[in-house]
């Protein structure tokens, strides 16, 4: 799969790091390219950087894409998943019998994907259910 990124911010330096950090992670190959001129309708850039980025997912990096997205033109947006959450375990409940409530304590576990920042972390929750004839539900 085959991305180009036309850079026009002052600083290609930030983008091509970004694009660095993935390709250390085998996750795409880049390549800065000269902007090609032609006559007419070519690609025009006012102030700030003119250059193309070309970038290529690898099979590792085509395993995060979560959708694809055609933009204006022939622009097109691949979104990747940055972390995955899952449940941790039940922590802790307690039960109000004479109100028909219960309180759960619980975690969440956020895991970092090669795309996202390391933000592995445990995420401590707490919901309130109301017991109905038919069973609990979460309260609103």
Same mark, same amino acid.
């Given at each position: 799969?085959?991305?180009?990124?036309?850079?026009?911010?002052?600083?290609?330096?930030?983008?091509?790091?970004?694009?660095?950090?993935?390709?250390?992670?085998?996750?795409?190959?880049?390549?800065?390219?000269?902007?090609?001129?032609?006559?007419?309708?070519?690609?025009?850039?006012?102030?700030?950087?003119?250059?193309? &980025?070309? !970038?290529?997912?690898?099979?590792? +990096? =085509?395993?995060?894409? %979560?959708?694809?997205? *055609?933009?204006?033109? $022939?622009?097109?947006?691949?979104? &990747?998943? !940055?972390?995955?959450?899952?449940? +941790? =375990?039940?922590?802790? %409940?307690?039960?109000? *019998?004479?109100?028909? $409530?219960?309180?759960?304590?619980?975690?969440?576990?956020?895991?970092?994907?090669?795309?996202?920042?390391?933000?592995?972390?445990?995420? *401590?929750?707490?919901?309130?259910?109301?017991?109905?004839?038919?069973?609990?539900?979460?309260?609103?």
């Amino acid at each position: 799969m085959r991305l180009t990124v036309l850079d026009k911010t002052t600083n290609l330096n930030s983008t091509v790091n970004k694009l660095k950090r993935f390709q250390q992670r085998g996750l795409l190959n880049y390549q800065i390219q000269k902007p090609r001129r032609s006559s007419g309708f070519g690609t025009v850039s006012v102030g700030g950087n003119s250059k193309t &980025v070309t !970038a290529e997912l690898t099979n590792e +990096g =085509e395993k995060y894409i %979560i959708s694809k997205k *055609k933009g204006d033109y $022939l622009l097109r947006y691949y979104l &990747v998943k !940055a972390s995955e959450l899952s449940f +941790g =375990e039940i922590t802790d %409940i307690k039960v109000y *019998k004479e109100f028909n $409530l219960a309180e759960v304590n619980y975690t969440l576990i956020r895991k970092t994907t090669p795309f996202g920042k390391d933000l592995n972390q445990t995420i *401590k929750k707490t919901e309130k259910f109301t017991k109905y004839n038919d069973g609990w539900k979460i309260k609103n």
